[in-house]
């Protein structure tokens, strides 16, 4: 039986390659009752994103299909997080979409590529913030957490910096292009991290 995981990894491809095609027909049409199609094409990217979601939040929050492997779970949600980025993203270059528009989806994004760089400190330092823990050390674990806190407002304010110099550099299109590639590749660097540690599963 071929798993829901599957079904939804194969459902973000098809997604993400209807966010391409829908960049490359804007690129190329030309008459006036053509310029919809792109949209057309984005509102089938966002059908897919919609049951993706739908599936990552059945696989991810419930065991109603069986075992998935948290690896499994993991790449599954990478797909996800891409392609839902990509899609708030690409809305932006339709036509009809003005300056405004195109600054505030561009800060959404931000702040979703953000709320990632987040998990990432987390995770790396979560261990540490509860430990003792179980031992009832709350003031320890408020001390550190003071201080990674501290660490991880700074890392975060000097993303949104660097991200907030590309936006007023660089015109919509590239600038989203960027903050594509930087969350791509913050994505790819965690699942690498995370890769490589050994969780124990169970059925």
Known sequence: MVRLTTIGNFLSGLG?????????????????????????????????????????????????????????????NMLVYIHALAT????GLLEGVDSVMQGYLYDMGTMIVIAYIFLFVFVFFGSRI???????????????????SLVLGVIMAGAYLLLSVVKDSLDYSWAAGVLMAF???????????????YEPVGE
Do not use: C
């Open 16 to 76: 993400l390659a209807s966010l391409a095609f829908t960049i490359i027909v804007k690129a190329i049409v030309s008459q006036p009752e053509q310029v919809l199609y792109p949209f057309y094409i984005w509102l089938v990217a966002l059908g897919f994103l919609a049951v993706v979601l739908i599936i990552s939040v059945v696989n991810t929050f419930t065991e109603m299909t069986g075992f998935v492997h948290p690896d499994d779970k993991m790449l599954s």
């Open 88 to 91: 708030l993203l690409v809305y």
């Open 130 to 148: 509860s430990a003792g823990a179980e031992t009832g050390q709350v003031k320890e674990m408020t001390s550190r957490f003071m201080l990674i």
């Open 183 to 197: 969350a791509v590749g913050l994505v790819f660097v965690i699942v690498a991290f995370l890769g490589r540690r």
